[in-house]
């Protein structure tokens, strides 16, 4: 799953990331998130591991992709 989040509000995007990591509990999952700046993906990257999912960024130029891989233990 791919989520662009480069003109979301951070408060809209851990909504939506919420709510997909409670339907997945025990499950696998792969998404890949689409931010700017990079102030905003430590908080993503601060988010995420609370779920007990790790996360790799990726440098694209002018935007980043975190990749949150795992199984979310609790949200």
């Avoid at 990331?17 to 993906?41: H, M, Y």
């Amino acid at each position: 799953m791919i989520i662009d989040a480069r003109n979301r509000e951070l408060k809209e995007l851990f909504v939506k990331l919420k709510e997909i990591l409670e339907s997945k509990v025990g499950t696998d999952v792969f998404i890949e998130i689409l931010i700017d700046p990079f102030t905003d993906v430590k908080k993503i990257k601060s988010f995420v591991s609370m779920s007990g999912c790790r996360t790799d960024v990726e440098e694209k130029g002018e935007y980043y992709i975190v990749r949150l891989t795992g199984t979310p233990c609790c949200v």
